[in-house]
């Protein structure tokens, strides 16, 4: 119990989230299991070309700090200042990208001015970078580009904050929630406490049972840390009380993946849920 | 073939009015058959017509009637109000024209017979069968009722006298359309053909005098104890009458300027008007004619039309508007009284107006919805406390903001009225009306126009200003940046810079809403928008779309050449150089390099 075997470990990784499981624990050196994306050295002349006047080189440039990833950090203040000064749409999409590579914090401030341009696939790739530069001027304007125009930005943004733990945006997530922004529900499932988790569950019957439950997934799967076992299993109780087939096929595949290392009281609960569901209609029978 | 078989069809239709007219004749009275209503008339210079003013120009005419009429059920029930006092009646019986308040009774047609009630009590009087002819007007002088009636398909009239007691004094056929008839003093007055006026002795039925007049004319009435003519205008029975086919009787008339929908003073009384009210009724105009020392002249110098549910007062001499009152349900009936007007409405509520300012000064109730309703006033004067007194700018937004797409011809009116005030509550107004998206497409864009040329009423454009597009808080549509951008430069505003700022960067705003607000900002913006102006003009100068943002970014641009000093001059210098930048914004910002001095806001505008 205070390690996941190695087994469980790669199957934990296919799990929606930074997938958990024992009811103590959380995976451990996930970040290890699979090789670091291999990086590029920056060419010197990278920052003196990304400044230049020729679209090409600029172009260039920018490929080789995305080649670059992570190590291409140095070139991330040149990066922006070429784009508070201005780059064409072809350029301006491709230094947004490049900073999202970086995943350089500092990028988030030019990143959050083009959250809002006018251009929706500009916006739409600003806010997917944000996403990974993170930090609080990220987690500012993707709450903002909760309220985007364009659905998909709005999709993209619910995302984006799940995915970088930002808790101060689950009030806005469920707001987002009640706006038909389907992607919030798994981005709520990952950041949310006890009560909000529940107040999730509560959307069931409400909201599509499949947009709950890609939120529910994310609670189920979170490490005992963040998520006690009552939780889980009042969650799993709530998902049973439905007693539909699709609420059996659900709690099935959480069945699936619940691995034998993890706590034992949540597995029961699973279990006893997905024989009480067996006989739904369109549940596929008992197994 | 063809022409046979119509022939026997207009003979067919000849018998059966024959065999309505015996029907209703065979209880007595006798029928006459003289020269009447013929076309060989020659004009005897007045002087027949100046014989009738000399017998009857100095008896009284009473007033009629003042009541309310509604038509109820499925058209087989009157309600009648008196506005008096007195209580409702009712009258069950089949209704197929409008019913007619002449004198002191309410003259009615339907289920193959013509009736008379008295107006305050809706006791019957008379009632005669009269098989499948048209109620078209009636006339009672208190003894005796004369009406006239259509043929059903047929071009044929029929004038129709009769007593109280129900006995018929005259009946008299012809084949020229007749109008609606008024009686004095046993003489009917008919009118036909669209201009004359016959006197026809009810005692032996000659035709004992005629006038042409020099307006189209299809209706007789007494009111305010005269007798007048009209159609499109109102001519008095008076001494002046002898002279009116050289158009000198005293007549009045309204100046009414281009309304939609065309509202009219008076229907034609040619065709009989149905029972069920239409959009004629609806949309109408309304006014009262009044003697004076020298002539005729419109009660109040005012003048009243109603657009379903919008009444409006109007000032006679100018055609100008005065106030609007916007009511719950579209009026259907109406009358112009001493100091106000009558209205009555589909859910059968009767409101009394002030002329003066629309307020309401008293209401009643039919109890009951209506499908028509006849509002008959004479004698009695609109007095009273007026409540819910709203100004004139209140009155015209509460109208343009109504949301009812029947409404939209007269709104458009009315927003035209609203931007010629400079209260700033119009703003509000105007502001209010492009914000909602409700309202209609074609109001819109008269709204935005009014808008940009306000030059009152800014903080309720800043308020505006204030709002954003928010999915989350379900503000799904911008405010109107464009205009009240046009506005607050025009206005020079500069408390409005950091808000016109803000709506540079929202993606929801229209490109021609981020050009007026660059355009604005080039005139009102200061330091405080240093940051926003350089964010955008580096946003947008190489990815502006089209030439409205290419031009806001020219906007911009002067106001950094303005602002920004020498670090200003820089960036619009490389900007103008650098092949990226849009060509629209290079041409625009090169030429701003190049000119010694700007005016505010040339710099920014599209080519």
């Not at chain 1, 998902?239 to 595949?253: K, P, Q």
């Not at chain 2, 409540?387 to 709104?411: H, K, N, R």
Request: hydrophobic residues 45%; glycine residues 10%; charged residues 25%.
């Amino acid at each position: 119990m205070r390690a996941l075997s190695a087994s469980a470990l790669a199957l934990a990784l296919t799990l929606p989230a930074a997938a958990a499981g024992a009811s103590d624990e959380r995976p451990v050196g996930a970040k290890t299991a699979t090789a670091p994306p291999r990086s590029a050295p920056l060419p010197r002349d990278t920052i003196k070309r990304l400044k230049g006047s020729d679209p090409a080189q600029v172009k260039a440039a920018l490929d080789d700090v995305r080649l670059a990833a992570k190590d291409g950090a140095p070139a991330v203040p040149a990066i922006t200042e070429v784009l508070r000064a201005g780059l064409s749409p072809t350029l301006t999409q491709a230094a947004i990208e490049t900073l999202a590579d970086t995943e350089s914090e500092t990028a988030s401030d030019v990143l959050a001015w083009y959250s809002r341009h006018r251009n929706v696939v500009l916006r739409r790739a600003a806010v997917q970078a944000l996403g990974k530069t993170r930090g609080t001027v990220a987690t500012k304007a993707l709450r903002a580009s909760l309220s985007d125009p364009d659905a998909a930005v709005r999709g993209t943004a619910a995302t984006a904050l799940g995915g970088m733990s930002a808790r101060d945006a689950v009030d806005d997530l469920f707001i987002a929630l009640d706006h038909k922004v389907a992607e919030a529900a798994a981005s709520i499932g990952q950041l949310c406490a006890a009560q909000e988790c529940d107040r999730l569950a509560s959307e069931l019957g409400r909201v599509p049972f499949d947009i709950v439950t890609s939120g529910l997934d994310q609670v189920l799967f979170r490490g005992g840390k963040d998520v006690s076992d009552d939780l889980k299993v009042k969650i799993i109780g709530r998902v049973r009380e439905l007693g539909t087939g699709e609420a059996n096929r659900f709690l099935r595949e959480v069945q699936g993946k619940w691995l034998p290392a993890w706590s034992q009281r949540v597995k029961q609960a699973i279990d006893q849920a997905v024989m009480a569901t067996s006989g739904s209609p369109g549940s596929g029978g008992a197994r | 073939m063809k022409g046979r078989r119509h022939e026997r069809r207009l003979r067919r239709r000849s018998i059966g009015l024959v065999t309505a007219l015996a029907t209703a004749v065979a209880c007595g009275g006798g029928q006459t058959r003289l020269n009447l209503f013929s076309t060989s008339w020659e004009d005897d210079g007045g002087a027949s017509i100046a014989r009738v003013w000399q017998r009857v120009g100095s008896k009284p005419i009473p007033p009629s009637a003042d009541v309310v009429i509604g038509i109820a059920g499925h058209a087989d029930k009157m309600v009648g109000l008196p506005l008096g006092g007195g209580s409702k009646w009712t009258f069950a019986h089949p209704i197929e024209t409008r019913p007619i308040v002449a004198g002191g009774v309410v003259v009615g047609s339907g289920g193959g017979e013509a009736f008379a009630l008295d107006a305050t009590t809706g006791q019957v009087i008379w009632r005669r069968s009269t098989g499948q002819i048209a109620l078209l007007g009636a006339g009672d002088d208190g003894t005796v009722t004369v009406a006239s009636f259509r043929a059903a398909n047929s071009s044929g009239s029929v004038l129709l006298a009769i007593a109280h007691d129900g006995q018929i004094v005259r009946q008299i056929e012809t084949g020229v359309p007749l109008g609606a008839p008024a009686v004095v003093d046993r003489l009917a007055f008919v009118p036909w053909d669209g201009q004359y006026i016959s006197v026809v002795d009810l005692l032996n039925g000659d035709e004992m005098a005629r006038v042409t007049l020099r307006d189209e004319t299809s209706r007789a009435w007494t009111e305010e104890g005269s007798l007048w003519f009209g159609g499109v205008a109102f001519t008095r029975f008076d001494e002046h009458i002898r002279d009116a086919s050289k158009g000198k009787a005293s007549r009045a008339t309204i100046k009414v300027p281009v309304l939609p929908g065309e509202p009219k003073l008076m229907r034609s009384a040619n065709s009989p008007v149905m029972a069920l009210a239409d959009a004629q009724d609806k949309v109408k105009l309304y006014a009262r004619p009044k003697a004076t020392g020298d002539g005729v002249a419109i009660e109040d110098g005012r003048w009243y039309g109603t657009y379903f549910r919008l009444a409006m007062g109007f000032d006679a001499s100018a055609g100008r508007l005065g106030w609007v009152h916007l009511n719950g349900s579209d009026f259907v009936g109406a009358s112009a009284a001493s100091g106000g007007i009558v209205l009555c409405d589909e859910q059968g509520k009767v409101t009394e107006l002030d002329g003066k300012s629309g307020a309401v000064l008293s209401e009643q109730d039919l109890g009951e919805p209506v499908k028509a309703c006849v509002v008959n006033v004479d004698a009695r004067a609109a007095t009273g406390s007026p409540t819910g007194a709203q100004t004139f700018e209140g009155q015209l937004a509460e109208a343009v903001l109504a949301d009812d797409p029947q409404l939209v011809g007269i709104q458009k009116v009315l927003l035209r009225e609203l931007a010629g005030t400079t209260d700033e509550a119009a703003t509000k107004a105007l502001v209010d009306l492009a914000s909602d998206p409700r309202t209609s497409p074609e109001l819109m864009p008269a709204a935005r126009t009014a808008l940009a040329a306000r030059r009152t009423g800014a903080r309720f454009m800043e308020a505006a200003l204030a709002r954003h597009y928010d999915f989350l808080k379900d503000v799904l549509r911008a405010p109107p940046v464009g205009p009240i951008a046009q506005a607050l430069g025009a206005m020079k505003d500069r408390s409005a810079a950091p808000l016109l700022a803000s709506h540079l960067f929202d993606p929801a705003d229209t490109d021609d809403d981020v050009m007026r607000a660059a355009e604005a900002l080039a005139v009102v913006a200061g330091p405080d928008e240093l940051p926003a102006m350089r964010q955008f003009f580096g946003m947008y100068r190489a990815t502006a779309a089209d030439d409205n943002v290419a031009a806001a970014v020219v906007s911009v641009g002067r106001a950094l050449l303005a602002l920004d000093g020498a670090q200003g001059r820089t960036r619009i210098d490389t900007a103008a150089k650098d092949p990226m930048t849009v060509e629209y914004a290079r041409d625009g910002l090169g030429e701003l390099l190049a000119a010694p001095s700007q005016e505010p806001g040339d710099a920014g505008k599209k080519k």
